[in-house]
Structures are given as structure tokens and as C-alpha cells.
């Protein structure tokens, strides 16, 4: 595609797909496809109509060949309330702490009590704007999980077991409630390098981790950035023994 431009009108999407107006305002206001109203018109980012069109099992046209159809394709961000706007789901945002403070990860507050919605690992936003980029780490025959700022984001069983908690809690948990408080310190002083880009990132870190089952568990962990999400990163663990 000519210049490979982000984002098309809902005319433009039309004549790639060769289907009608019609067709892909009945893919917007169905919530299958993401677009952004701009006045009376849509616009339509290219990544999530190549999202839509290769998850709904149809022909990328040959006008968007040129872009990434091998790799993985996400769907581009949206906040929570503006994912859930025009649903049932949606009439709890208002209401909701993620909300009244604009943040961009809502799971983050879920222990807060002022979310209008619970459980995160079961929540479709959840899935398809953010798990739909790391459940790499189900494949991965170690603890792993991805943090970003002092959350994280999503962990694999192995992570779950070794701290002794539900797979499905670890979503928007706080390193305060993982990492024991003789090791705290550290990790907090490595997050904050990393995320001021430190050029080295140190392998083979030892750290306690909690775990309620039995004495706090030693693991040595490596640390690796990630380009998607940007500023993440995948903390891989091999578990020592214990304390």
C-alpha cells in the first residue's frame, strides 16, 4: 500500500475488501471491528483491520499484503471505558477508579475495592488488548511473568505455584505482594534502572520470593526487555531451594 498510511476511512476499508459501506459500519457498530469517530466519520487504525480480517478467518486483500500478515497482529490500544462505550458492561465505568483516573491499566487497581468490574483474567478487554500479546509466557517451561512499572501483568502456572497463589491473581499484582521485603529494595532499584534504560541488564540476580505454603523460596532470575509491550519485561525464574 502507497505510503502504508495507519489508518483508513470506512470507504477506503470498503474498497480493500471489496464489500460495501455498509458492510464494514454493520463490523464497526458490532464492536468486531475498532475504529475511532472523528465528527460524523470513522477511521479505521490498519492494525485492527488486519486484526479483524485474519482472527475472522478472511482473505487479507492484496492492497494490505504489504503489511505485517506473517507475524502476530494486536488491536490498538483503547482504554477500558472506551472498549466497553455503548455496552452494558459500559453504564460501570463512570463509576470506576480506572476511570475517574484516566488510567491506561485498569487491572493495576483491581485490588482497590472502587473498580466497577473484578476478576481481570476472565475480562474480554483484558484478553484481546493485553493477554493477546504475552500468553507466550503459558509456553514457557519456567516462572515467567511480565511486570511493567511495579505490576505485573500476566504469569505463567510455574510463577503461580512458586508464590503460592491462583494463576488468575497474579494479573495487576503489586511486587510488594511477590517479592519478600529482605529483597524489595533491590528489585525496585533495578525496575527503576531498567526503566531509565540501563544499558546492561544483570543476569543471574538472586531473589526471596513469598510464598504463604512454606519458608519464602530463593530463585535466581534473568530479566529481558520486550519490544511489545514497550517498556515491559519478561523476568524469567529458576526456583533454589529453600530458605
Not at 77 to 83: P, T
Not at 149 to 168: F, K, P
Not at 210 to 218: F, G, L, V, Y
Request: positive net charge; glycine residues 8%.
Amino acid at each position: 500500500m502507497a505510503g502504508s498510511p495507519k489508518s483508513l476511512s470506512v470507504s477506503e476499508a470498503a474498497a480493500l475488501c471489496g464489500v460495501g459501506r455498509t458492510t464494514v459500519g454493520y463490523w464497526i457498530r458490532s464492536k468486531k471491528l475498532h475504529a475511532s469517530r472523528v465528527g460524523r466519520n470513522y477511521t479505521i487504525p490498519v492494525s485492527d483491520l488486519l486484526f479483524f480480517l485474519k482472527s475472522s478467518g478472511q482473505q487479507i486483500p492484496p492492497g494490505l499484503q504489504a503489511e505485517n500478515c506473517s507475524g502476530p497482529i494486536f488491536k490498538s490500544f483503547q482504554n477500558c471505558w472506551q472498549y466497553w462505550s455503548g455496552s452494558e458492561h459500559g453504564l460501570k465505568c463512570h463509576g470506576c477508579i480506572a476511570f475517574k483516573n484516566q488510567l491506561q491499566t485498569c487491572f493495576t487497581v483491581k485490588d482497590s475495592g472502587l473498580m466497577g468490574c473484578s476478576d481481570c483474567s476472565a475480562c474480554r478487554y483484558y484478553h484481546e488488548t493485553y493477554l493477546h500479546r504475552l500468553q507466550f509466557v503459558y509456553q514457557i517451561d519456567l516462572p515467567a511473568a511480565v511486570f511493567k512499572d511495579l505490576y505485573m501483568w500476566v504469569g505463567n502456572s510455574h510463577c503461580a505455584d512458586i508464590c503460592s497463589v491462583q494463576q488468575e491473581d497474579l494479573v495487576g499484582m503489586g511486587i510488594d505482594k511477590i517479592v519478600h521485603a529482605d529483597s524489595l529494595p533491590k528489585v525496585i532499584e533495578a525496575i527503576r534502572k531498567l526503566a531509565l534504560g540501563e544499558p546492561e541488564i544483570k543476569e543471574d540476580c538472586i531473589i526471596w520470593i513469598k510464598n504463604d505454603r512454606q519458608s519464602p523460596r530463593e530463585i535466581r532470575v534473568s530479566v529481558y526487555p520486550l519490544r511489545e509491550p514497550a517498556m515491559a519485561f519478561l523476568v524469567l525464574g529458576v526456583p533454589m531451594n529453600p530458605r
